[in-house]
Each structure stands twice: as C-alpha cells, then as structure tokens.
C-alpha cells in the first residue's frame, strides 16, 4: 500500500480530504485501486488523477476501467525495469568481475580491489571489493593433478 494511502487512511483525525497524483506510475500498480477505491471513499478520500481527467468517481464503471489499465501498464512498467536492471547487474558481474553483494559464495572470500570509482566514497575512504578463490578452492579446483597439492588424498587414490 502506498505511503500516501496509508497516512490518509489511517489517521481518523487527519485533515486531508484528497490525494492528488501526478504521475500514475506512483499511484498504483496492478490491482491495488480496486482493493483502495472502498477505503479511499469509506474516509471520504477523493483521489485526483490528471489521466482520469481530475477527480476519480469511486461509482463510475469507465474511471474503475481507466483505473485498472493504468495499474496494469504501471505493473509492466515496474516488470521491465526489474528485468533491464537485472540484466545490466549481470552483466558488470560477468564482463567486468563486479562483486553486487551479498555473501560471497562457497570457496571465495572479498579482496581489495582498490579504492571505490565513485571518487565521493573514495574520499570518505571506501574501497572496493571482488572476489578471489580462497587458499582451499585454489588447491582444489586450481590443480590439475594430486601431486599438485601435498598431504591432500584425493578420492579415488589407493593411498599409496
């Protein structure tokens, strides 16, 4: 639910008597104006909507439609920029090594990768981090053969 909605709902003293939305990407996404519509006009919340032409009539069928295919394209919206940032975070991890937080995953640790290319947090002394294999994943994965790693059996061999 939305802040705005929230403070204009449950408030029983307020004195704000109307939501004004500029943009219809902020106000709803999906099916959320037909779950609000009662409450909004239960408190006597108008809702004012440049695309709805001004004030949004809770009891007319065409600004209930209007509402429904502006939160619908306000959902696809949200979906595709969710998707494009994604894949653009994706991409800096597998093209140019960038760490995007989290825990690191099993058999790396953070190193220091030098000072943060932001150049504000690198004033404030923050650095930047990437993962390196640690001693272990290096043994393991790193060797190409048993005699590359001493006092390590490896599966499979007779211990000889």
């Known amino acids: 639910m939305p802040r705005t909605v929230r403070f204009a709902t449950s408030t029983p003293h307020t004195t704000s008597t109307a939501i004004v939305v500029g943009e219809y990407e902020r106000a709803f996404c999906g099916s959320q104006y037909a779950a609000m519509a009662s409450l909004f006009e239960h408190y006597g919340v108008q809702l004012w909507m440049p695309e709805a032409g001004g004030r949004v ?3 007319s069928e065409h600004d209930e439609h209007v509402m429904t295919v502006l939160g619908l ?8 920029t969710s998707i ?17 937080g989290g825990r690191p995953p099993y058999g790396y640790r ?24 640690t001693r272990r994943r290096r043994m393991w ?11 390590i059996r490896w599966r499979g061999s007779r211990g000889r």
């Open 73 to 80: 394209s306000s959902k696809r919206e949200v979906t595709r």
């Open 141 to 151: 994965c790193g060797g190409s053969s048993p005699s590359a790693s001493p006092g």
């Open 84 to 100: 494009r940032v994604r894949t653009a975070m994706a991409v800096q991890a597998r093209e140019q090594g960038r760490y995007l």
């Open 110 to 133: 953070l190193g220091d990768a030098g000072p943060h290319p932001n150049k504000a947090h690198a004033a404030w002394g923050r650095r930047a981090h990437r993962l390196e294999p």
């Open 57 to 59: 009539d809770y009891t």
